[in-house]
C-alpha cells in the first residue's frame, strides 16, 4: 500500500492564481481531511469528508474548495491564491471520524509559497 | 484557555535520560486524545493512543489526568532518534478535533 500521496511537493504560485492540491489514498478510508501547518503553528482543518460525495468545513475554510467524487481522491482547490496560503498542507485519511480512537494516516505534505 | 496548549520547548535534554511533557485542553467534554510525533519537514505520525487508564508502549507512557484536564507523555531512555515535535491531538467533542502546536524534544548526544 503505498497509503496517503500528495502531489505535488512544493509549489510557488503568484497572487491571483490558482491551484489544485492533489491527495489519494489506497486504505479504502472512508474519512479524509484536508489540514495547513503554518510555522511554528498547530494544524489547522480546512475541509473533511465522510465519504464519496460528502464535504464538510472545517475551522479554516475559507479560499479553499473540495470535491470527493471517489473513495480514493480527495483534491483541495484554491482559487485566487493569497500570500496568506502560504504554508503547508496535508491531507489524511481514516477508518472512522478521526478522534473516534482511529488513527489519521497523513501524506507527505505539499508545501505551497504565494508570492 | 486556549482549547488544546502545549509548552513548544525545545526541550533539550541528554541520551538516557528521561523527560515528561504535558498537554492541557479546556473542554471537560473531550473525548479522545493521541500523541503524534512529526519529525522535521515531515508528516505527523501516530505515537499513541491516550486512555483513561494510561497507556505504555515500550519506552513510552501516556497519561490522562480528567480531573485537571491535561494529558502527559513520559519517555524513558530517550534515544538520539527521539528528538522530534511531539503533537497533542484532541477531540473535544462534536467530531471537533484540535491539534496543539507541538513541543519540539531535542536529544543531546
Known amino acids: 500500500n503505498a497509503g496517503v500521496t500528495q502531489t505535488p511537493k512544493f509549489r510557488i504560485l503568484k497572487i491571483g492564481q490558482s491551484m489544485t492540491l492533489q491527495c489519494t489514498q489506497d486504505m479504502n478510508h472512508n474519512y479524509m481531511y484536508w489540514y495547513r501547518q503554518d510555522p511554528g503553528m498547530g494544524l489547522k482543518l480546512i475541509y473533511y469528508s465522510v465519504g464519496a460525495g460528502i464535504t464538510d468545513k472545517g475551522e479554516v475554510p475559507n479560499g479553499y474548495n473540495v470535491s470527493r467524487s471517489t473513495t480514493e481522491d480527495f483534491p483541495l482547490r484554491l482559487e485566487l491564491a493569497a500570500p496568506s496560503q502560504t504554508s503547508v498542507y496535508f491531507c489524511a485519511s481514516s477508518w472512522l471520524l478521526a478522534g473516534d480512537g482511529d488513527t489519521q494516516y497523513f501524506g507527505p505534505g505539499t508545501r505551497l509559497t504565494v508570492l | 484557555r486556549k482549547e488544546v496548549e502545549q509548552d513548544p520547548g525545545p526541550f533539550n535534554v541528554p541520551e538516557g535520560a528521561t523527560v515528561a511533557f504535558n498537554c492541557t485542553y479546556s473542554n471537560s467534554a473531550s473525548q479522545s486524545f493521541f500523541w503524534y510525533r512529526q519529525d522535521c519537514r515531515k508528516e505527523p505520525k501516530l505515537l499513541m493512543s491516550v486512555y483513561s487508564s494510561g497507556n505504555e508502549d515500550g519506552r513510552f507512557t501516556a497519561q490522562l489526568n480528567r480531573a485537571s484536564q491535561y494529558i502527559s507523555l513520559l519517555i524513558r531512555d530517550s534515544k538520539l532518534s527521539d528528538s522530534a515535535t511531539y503533537l497533542c491531538?484532541?477531540?473535544?467533542?462534536?467530531?471537533?478535533?484540535?491539534f496543539g502546536k507541538g513541543t519540539r524534544l531535542h536529544i543531546l548526544p
Open positions: 491531538v484532541v477531540n473535544t467533542g462534536d467530531d471537533k478535533i484540535i
